[in-house]
């Protein structure tokens, strides 16, 4: 029995437009800002053809991505990679891998592996850690982020229960 639940139509369309493509799995919003816009999904841990999906939570916020990005394509990554305890990164990502794996409900075929962004080593994606951190997560790259982006609390609602 599935407990995962499904965005509403008209999020699934605003998701779609924001995507520019028909969403390839079932999601729900996670995260939204005050005025009800769409930031953070959940995706179910498999697409709808059974390949394993790696992110768990997904950052689909226009105009976050673009300020994440722009710290990724000025070395991001790799200068927050030695600003976090590498410890506490590994437990990070234990931590949603754990929660990927509980939010399985299809146990045929392959499964989805690895932590944040699909890794279990490091850093890989900016914007996956700071949606991890969105959710509520105890993520030091994705606190990194929002610190350095300036993301006001304000504007985020954490819509999960």
């Known amino acids: 029995m599935s407990t995962f639940r499904d965005a509403s139509p008209q999020d699934v369309e605003v998701v779609e437009e924001l995507l520019g493509r028909t969403l390839s799995g079932r999601c729900a919003v996670v995260v939204r800002r005050i005025d009800g816009r769409p930031v953070v999904i ?3 841990p498999h697409m709808r053809d059974g390949t394993p999906m790696p992110t768990l939570f997904w950052l689909i916020d226009p105009e976050i991505h673009d300020e994440v990005s722009r710290i990724e394509g000025n070395g991001g990554v790799h200068r927050f990679e030695d600003l976090v305890d590498p410890d506490q990164l590994v437990r990070t990502h234990a931590t949603y ?3 990927r794996k509980e939010a399985t409900v299809r146990l045929d075929g392959a ?3 690895g932590g944040v962004g699909g890794t279990r080593i490091g850093i890989k994606c900016l ?6 951190f ?3 997560a105890d993520d030091p790259v994705g606190e990194l982020v929002a ?3 300036g993301l006001p609390e304000l504007v985020l609602q954490n819509v999960r229960d």
């Open 111 to 113: 499964q989805p592996s």
């Open 42 to 44: 959940e995706n179910e």
């Open 134 to 136: 969105l959710v509520g």
């Open 147 to 149: 610190e350095t982006i």
């Open 127 to 132: 914007h996956a850690h700071l949606a991890n």
């Open 97 to 99: 891998e754990k929660r």
